[in-house]
């Protein structure tokens, strides 16, 4: 298939939070764990995983520089808990962003990790990211100033219109990354049917389809209330902070989850 590597192309390197090679996939402690890997069946094409994952922590990274300028222009503006709550949540994506790429350097120097593996905590990342900091900038850019208008002139004040865009495009890489995941568990699923219980199979698939309604409804608000400049409705602000905060809650549970999960396998793979 286009999307997994056949036995006869099974070369693969593992790579660290910004994309350089630390060892092959291939070089394994022994030879069953190698075997293991090889028929699993779910070897994605590095190409495409280290592509998208690529991409999307280039965009984090242009996020966060002009994420910085919107804060400095909003405390010009006098806008003081607008810019303090953008540059919080800014900080704290970025924390989470050095931690979580720091914790699969380590999951993959120093245990056997699928790249898929992997992909769940990239996933989680920057799910978080996007929860925290991009919709924080959709809800200030989405504000009026009372009298019908926008608080933030998008298309006036330096580097927010750009800034509006590749929060744009986080969220449909973000959306691409969700869908390699699916396709991911779709062909498990498809080499192992039988023993797959079709109650486990939805399970497994229906977080990453309520991850991209998500991502798509906040996109919603970007495109049509902002680009397209559509009036917001009362109903629809109200809807915006309610999925706002409840994003952000289950993100967190699932971040604190993830180190958990990182936590005890450390424990009983008798690593530190």
């Known amino acids: ?9 099974y070369k693969e390197c593992a790579c660290d939070a910004i994309g350089y090679p630390i060892i092959p996939y291939d070089d394994y402690k022994n030879d069953v764990e190698l ?8 070897c994605l094409r590095p190409w495409i995983f280290e592509t998208s994952k690529t991409l999307v922590i280039l965009i984090d990274i242009s996020n966060i520089f002009l994420d910085s300028i919107l804060v400095v222009n909003l405390s010009l503006m006098d806008e003081h808990g607008y810019a303090a709550l953008l540059g919080f949540m800014t900080s704290l994506s970025l924390a989470v962003s050095i931690w979580m790429k720091f914790l699969m350097y380590r999951m993959r120097k120093d245990e056997v990790v699928q790249p898929e593996c992997i992909l769940q905590f990239v996933l989680i990342t920057e799910l978080f990211i996007f929860a925290f900091e991009d919709v924080t900038t959709i809800l200030i850019l989405t504000r009026g100033d009372g009298g019908g208008n926008f608080l933030i002139d998008h298309s006036e004040m330096f580097g927010t219109d750009l800034n509006l865009r590749t929060t744009i495009l986080s969220g449909v ?7 390699i995941n699916i396709s991911l568990m779709i062909f498990e699923m498809s080499t192992d049917w039988q023993s797959c219980k079709c109650s486990e199979s939805i399970c ?5 389809f309520a991850g991209m309604l998500s991502i798509c409804y906040m996109l919603y608000f970007a495109i049509d209330k902002v680009l397209l400049e559509n009036p917001m409705k009362d109903e629809e ?3 915006l902070k309610q999925t706002y905060i409840m994003n952000m809650v289950i993100l967190f549970i699932l971040l604190l989850l993830s180190n958990v999960v990182v936590y ?7 690593g530190n």
Not at 35 to 40: D, G, L, P, T, W
Not at 264 to 269: A, E, G, K, R, W
């Open 35 to 42: 075997e293991a890997i090889k028929n699993s069946g779910k």
């Open 1 to 9: 298939m286009f999307f997994f590597e056949s036995e006869v192309e």
């Open 264 to 270: 005890y396998m450390y424990i009983f793979s008798g």
């Open 173 to 179: 890489c973000i959306v691409l990354l969700l869908l």
């Open 237 to 239: 602000e109200l809807y």
């Open 204 to 208: 497994t698939i229906l977080p990453s």
